[in-house]
């Protein structure tokens, strides 16, 4: 079953993918902009006037949209269908979507006018900041997430990623400080024609929903970009290498990211199927590295890896409950290689993330949603061919083109606070 998307550029340039599946009974819509959280977006030229804004201004205006439409707040409106619906601030886009059943070709019109046509007052601006505030205090108390934030904010040392709070949605002085102007030129900058794309997922003739949208875009103004990035240098360095922190934590906490060059010329997919069998390989619950430092109390549990893609950068992160920090510290780094990687375990790992995918098919509209945090990655649902394609060879290609020892690295650690 053939699961690619269908691309079409309508005519103010906004490209749209398209899933069609007849045995859809849902459709699901989500509305994008190349905008996000990360700190790079908060300095910028709008016709050609400097611009330094405050933190989270990307996940500011997500709120704005969606609670201040014409339509008035979008996520009622859209509830009151039974929609499943949300926006999201992610790290390098911001997104708006909606899975329904009935009045869904309506539905995309509103979406669309939500995001095309805001209406920002001062009054507006001042009820969502009460929103955004009472998310920062939650924020605030979650430990994890701050000792997270700490971390990702010691990574980036050209730009301010996370506020000095370790909010990653600022403070609530930085958020009662944001003004109308703020909001509307954070929109004309980002929020351009350039920077947008729809993804629509359901049982609809192609041809018929490029007609509908050209329709709804001609009753719209168009949004020509004015705005060009800061011209920011080389960050391949870190802040801080090393932080200590003190919580309520059940044990220690360390995280260690590493950074790594993000220059391959091929497509993100194959780096990013590399990078998860090689850390399944070598740090997975069920491997001899792990087990060995459970029995040897260096570690709790496990450790969890991830890998993240960004513009130049790919940030490696491990976190473990640790007893023995510098321990696990010093065997993580020694790790760090292609050496034991089992030809078995690899045929395992590969079937494993086959059967992953096959399986997104009873969960497709979850998919067509999530797709949009994918585009660099392929412009496909589902990658089964090209999992079938990867050798070990290949991954343990890419991993020795890698050298760690050189990689600009930084630790958070979180000890235990005792009780009073």
């Known amino acids: 079953m053939k699961k690619d998307f269908v691309k079409k550029t309508l005519k103010n340039g906004i490209p749209v993918y398209l899933y069609r599946d007849k045995y859809l009974k849902k459709m699901a819509v989500s509305y994008n902009v190349n905008y996000g959280s990360l700190g790079y977006y908060n300095q910028f030229y709008y016709e050609d006037t400097f611009y330094s804004m405050p933190p989270a201004m990307a996940h500011f205006l997500e709120h704005t949209l969606i609670e201040t439409s014409k339509y008035g707040n979008m996520l009622h409106r859209f509830k009151e269908k039974n929609y499943e619906v949300n926006g999201a601030t992610y790290h390098e886009l911001t997104s708006y979507y909606f899975i329904g059943i009935k009045d869904t070709w309506e539905s995309i019109k509103e979406l669309i006018h939500m995001v095309e046509d805001p209406q920002f007052s001062e009054e507006a601006i001042e009820g969502v900041k009460g929103a955004i505030i009472e998310e920062v205090n939650k924020n605030s108390d979650d430990k994890y997430r701050t000792a997270f934030n700490v971390a990702k904010r010691n990574f980036y040392s050209n730009f301010e990623a996370i506020d000095e709070s370790y909010n990653t949605l600022?403070?609530?002085?930085?958020?009662?400080?944001?003004?109308?102007?703020?909001?509307?030129?954070?929109?004309?900058?980002?929020?351009?024609?350039?920077?947008?794309?729809?993804?629509?997922?359901?049982?609809?003739?192609?041809?018929?929903?490029?007609?509908?949208?050209?329709?709804?875009?001609?009753?719209?103004?168009?949004?020509?970009?004015?705005?060009?990035?800061?011209?920011?240098?080389?960050?391949?360095?870190?802040?801080?290498?090393?932080?200590?922190?003190?919580?309520?934590?059940?044990?220690?906490?360390?995280?260690?990211?590493?950074?790594?060059?993000?220059?391959?010329?091929?497509?993100?997919?194959?780096?990013?199927?590399?990078?998860?069998?090689?850390?399944?390989?070598?740090?997975?619950?069920?491997?001899?590295?792990?087990?060995?430092?459970?029995?040897?109390?260096?570690?709790?549990?496990?450790?969890?890896?991830?890998?993240?893609?960004?513009?130049?950068?790919?940030?490696?992160?491990?976190?473990?409950?640790?007893?023995?920090?510098?321990?696990?510290?010093?065997?993580?780094?020694?790790?760090?290689?292609?050496?034991?990687?089992?030809?078995?375990?690899?045929?395992?790992?590969?079937?494993?993330?086959?059967?992953?995918?096959?399986?997104?098919?009873?969960?497709?509209?979850?998919?067509?949603?999530?797709?949009?945090?994918?585009?660099?990655?392929?412009?496909?649902?589902?990658?089964?061919?090209?999992?079938?394609?990867?050798?070990?060879?290949?991954?343990?290609?890419?991993?020795?083109?890698?050298?760690?020892?050189?990689?600009?690295?930084?630790?958070?650690?979180?000890?235990?606070?005792?009780?009073?």
């Open 170 to 420: 600022g403070t609530k002085e930085s958020t009662a400080g944001i003004t109308l102007e703020d909001v509307k030129v954070c929109y004309d900058a980002y929020y351009n024609d350039k920077n947008k794309f729809l993804v629509i997922g359901g049982n609809f003739e192609i041809d018929e929903m490029v007609d509908y949208l050209e329709e709804i875009y001609a009753e719209l103004e168009s949004h020509p970009c004015r705005m060009r990035k800061a011209d920011y240098s080389d960050d391949f360095g870190v802040r801080k290498e090393y932080e200590e922190l003190e919580k309520p934590l059940d044990t220690d906490f360390a995280i260690v990211k590493y950074k790594i060059r993000n220059d391959f010329k091929e497509r993100l997919l194959l780096p990013d199927l590399y990078f998860f069998i090689f850390l399944r390989l070598k740090f997975g619950a069920d491997t001899d590295f792990v087990t060995n430092l459970i029995e040897k109390k260096v570690i709790i549990g496990g450790i969890s890896s991830s890998v993240n893609f960004f513009d130049g950068i790919i940030e490696l992160t491990f976190s473990a409950d640790v007893l023995d920090k510098d321990a696990f510290l010093v065997a993580l780094d020694k790790e760090l290689h292609i050496d034991g990687l089992d030809a078995y375990r690899f045929d395992l790992v590969r079937k494993a993330i086959k059967v992953g995918e096959l399986s997104k098919m009873d969960y497709i509209y979850a998919n067509i949603i999530k797709f949009a945090t994918g585009l660099d990655f392929s412009e496909k649902l589902y990658s089964t061919d090209v999992v079938d394609e990867i050798t070990l060879e290949d991954v343990k290609e890419f991993i020795k083109g890698i050298d760690f020892k050189v990689c600009p690295k930084n630790i958070t650690y979180v000890k235990k606070k005792e009780a009073d």
